[in-house]
């Protein structure tokens, strides 16, 4: 590729062709964005070597139509902060994601209709599918995974619309479902009642003993929604944009998309973050220090901070604060979650390298959690797994109307050979 060592290839963007109003401001402020005009096109970013084996960062592969990141201000959703979301019902923030608009009255109750229609008579092949896993074996994220590829077996319709929305709607009953299975507890003991509203629902199908029902429900609500979608470019939704882009079902691309968010750097710093705040065991401030210290000394990362795109403290973050606050203020592992926002940026902010020390979305979410009554974390990313199927789902919707129709490409990024000489067999 001509244009010397350092600048290897410019994306270009035909603004007039294709006016893009949700745009990803992904790149880190002062790197990659350069908006000069080259042949009436609108230079986007500049890939140098630097760019190479840096996983894709900041690199613009497309636009995205549910949200974008603002890397101060966090993610809107169709263009609402979402905090501003926060409170609202989860049925209606599905429906922003897939129709672009929020739903008059009218629309918000036949969509929650809808949803509940579609979650009838969950097929019984799934189930068995589930049944055949042994109690407490393998981590939830898998059960989650198979458990949607499972239901893909049984109802895949080749209809992304109709097969996201089924998936969605399904969501409740198969958490409930796997929640029960894995604890040895069994399928659900009372029947489905769909109509309740999909976290009303999954809490009265869990079926848990000495819990108030409403925090729990209250707080699952608010999870859901601030989960549902994070930007085009985050490592579930790219990986489930992926696969779907080669055709594979919609089940297929979500389920390794659930794969995608359990790792502990993506999804599952949900859980890793609850257990290092029990490990920490104190909100004093010299201690949690020493605490976050020792960690990094051992190479560990410091769950619940950073992040690839956000520049400032998650807006998630503080918005599960401020539910904090409301349900569980004198928790212990809340006080030593406060200490942490405090603590952990300062040491986290000692190294230049770490692109920024503030607290994420996974910071608090487990601590709210165990306070409702969902005391074993390692349960916690399917939470995130199950708000994100809403998101991706959308995704994977608008990316395969896209082009009229045709559907966005089968992806296929460029790798340049480390070592490109030819070497023959004797
Ligand atoms: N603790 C320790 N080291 C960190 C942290 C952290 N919280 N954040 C960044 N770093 C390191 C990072 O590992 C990298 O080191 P190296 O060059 O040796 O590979 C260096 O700082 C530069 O990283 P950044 O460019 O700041 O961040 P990057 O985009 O590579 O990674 C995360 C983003 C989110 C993976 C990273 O911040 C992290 O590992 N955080 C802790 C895990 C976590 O909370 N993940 C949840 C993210 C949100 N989500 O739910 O998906
Ligand atoms: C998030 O919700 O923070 C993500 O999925 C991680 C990201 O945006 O890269």
């Given at each position: 590729?001509?244009?010397?060592?350092?600048?290897?290839?410019s994306?270009?963007?035909?603004?007039?062709t294709?006016?893009?109003?949700?745009?990803?401001?992904?790149?880190?402020?002062g790197?990659?964005?350069?908006?000069?005009?080259?042949?009436?096109?609108?230079?986007?970013?500049?890939?140098?070597?630097?760019?190479?084996d840096?996983?894709?960062?900041?690199?613009?592969?497309?636009?995205?139509?549910?949200?974008?990141?603002?890397?101060?201000?966090?993610?809107?959703?169709?263009?609402?902060?979402?905090?501003?979301?926060a409170?609202?019902?989860p049925?209606?923030?599905?429906?922003?994601?897939?129709?672009?608009?929020?739903?008059?009255?009218?629309?918000?109750?036949?969509?929650?209709?809808?949803?509940?229609?579609?979650?009838?008579?969950?097929?019984?092949?799934?189930?068995r599918?589930?049944?055949?896993?042994?109690?407490?074996?393998?981590h939830?994220?898998?059960?989650l995974?198979?458990?949607?590829?499972?239901?893909?077996?049984?109802?895949?319709?080749?209809?992304?619309?109709?097969?996201?929305?089924?998936?969605?709607?399904?969501?409740?009953?198969?958490?409930?479902?796997?929640?029960?299975?894995?604890?040895g507890?069994?399928?659900?003991?009372?029947?489905?009642?769909?109509?309740?509203?999909?976290?009303?629902?999954?809490?009265?199908?869990?079926?848990?003993?000495?819990?108030?029902?409403?925090?729990?429900?209250?707080?699952?609500?608010?999870?859901?929604?601030?989960?549902m979608?994070?930007?085009?470019?985050?490592?579930?939704?790219?990986?489930g944009?992926?696969?779907?882009?080669?055709?594979?079902?919609?089940?297929?691309?979500?389920?390794?998309?659930?794969?995608?968010?359990?790792?502990?750097?993506?999804?599952?710093?949900?859980?890793?973050?609850?257990?290092f705040?029990?490990?920490?065991?104190?909100?004093?401030?010299?201690?949690?220090?020493?605490?976050?210290?020792?960690?990094?000394?051992?190479?560990?990362?410091?769950?619940?901070?950073?992040?690839?795109?956000?520049?400032?403290?998650?807006?998630?973050?503080?918005?599960?604060?401020?539910?904090?606050?409301?349900?569980?203020?004198?928790?212990?592992?809340?006080?030593?979650?406060?200490t942490?926002?405090?603590?952990?940026?300062?040491?986290?902010?000692?190294?230049?390298?770490?692109?920024?020390?503030?607290?994420?979305?996974?910071?608090?979410?487990?601590?709210?959690?165990?306070?409702?009554?969902?005391?074993?974390p390692?349960?916690?990313?399917?939470?995130?797994?199950?708000?994100?199927?809403?998101?991706?789902?959308?995704?994977?919707?608008?990316?395969?109307?896209?082009?009229?129709?045709?559907?966005?490409?089968?992806?296929?990024?460029?790798?340049?050979?480390?070592?490109?000489?030819?070497?023959?067999?004797?």
């Amino acid at each position: 590729m001509s244009g010397g060592q350092s600048l290897l290839f410019s994306i270009f963007w035909v603004l007039h062709t294709h006016p893009c109003p949700y745009t990803e401001p992904s790149v880190p402020e002062g790197r990659g964005l350069n908006l000069s005009e080259e042949n009436g096109k609108e230079v986007l970013f500049e890939v140098t070597e630097d760019h190479l084996d840096s996983g894709l960062r900041g690199i613009p592969v497309g636009t995205c139509r549910t949200s974008f990141v603002d890397p101060k201000k966090g993610v809107h959703y169709c263009g609402y902060p979402v905090g501003d979301l926060a409170e609202m019902d989860p049925e209606d923030v599905i429906f922003l994601l897939f129709e672009k608009r929020l739903p008059n009255r009218q629309e918000s109750q036949d969509f929650r209709h809808e949803l509940a229609q579609r979650a009838e008579r969950m097929p019984t092949g799934a189930l068995r599918v589930l049944e055949s896993l042994t109690p407490s074996s393998g981590h939830p994220m898998d059960w989650l995974s198979i458990g949607i590829q499972a239901l893909g077996l049984a109802e895949t319709t080749g209809d992304i619309r109709a097969d996201g929305l089924n998936l969605i709607s399904r969501m409740p009953e198969l958490m409930a479902t796997i929640f029960r299975l894995r604890g040895g507890r069994g399928l659900p003991e009372v029947a489905s009642e769909p109509e309740l509203g999909m976290v009303e629902n999954f809490v009265h199908l869990l079926g848990m003993d000495g819990v108030d029902a409403n925090r729990m429900t209250r707080t699952l609500r608010v999870f859901l929604v601030l989960h549902m979608d994070h930007g085009g470019g985050n490592l579930s939704t790219f990986t489930g944009k992926a696969v779907a882009s080669g055709w594979a079902s919609l089940y297929g691309s979500i389920s390794s998309a659930m794969n995608a968010l359990s790792g502990p750097l993506h999804g599952r710093a949900n859980q890793s973050c609850l257990e290092f705040v029990q490990r920490i065991g104190t909100s004093d401030e010299a201690e949690v220090e020493s605490f976050v210290r020792k960690e990094l000394a051992a190479r560990r990362p410091i769950y619940g901070f950073g992040h690839a795109v956000l520049r400032a403290e998650d807006p998630r973050a503080a918005a599960q604060f401020k539910l904090g606050e409301e349900i569980c203020p004198d928790d212990p592992n809340f006080q030593t979650v406060k200490t942490l926002r405090v603590v952990a940026p300062r040491v986290l902010g000692e190294n230049p390298k770490i692109s920024n020390p503030n607290a994420n979305v996974d910071i608090a979410s487990g601590t709210l959690l165990n306070a409702v009554g969902f005391h074993k974390p390692d349960y916690y990313t399917t939470f995130f797994g199950w708000a994100r199927v809403a998101g991706i789902s959308a995704q994977i919707l608008d990316e395969r109307n896209a082009r009229g129709g045709r559907g966005t490409p089968i992806y296929r990024p460029k790798y340049i050979a480390a070592d490109p000489t030819i070497r023959r067999l004797d």
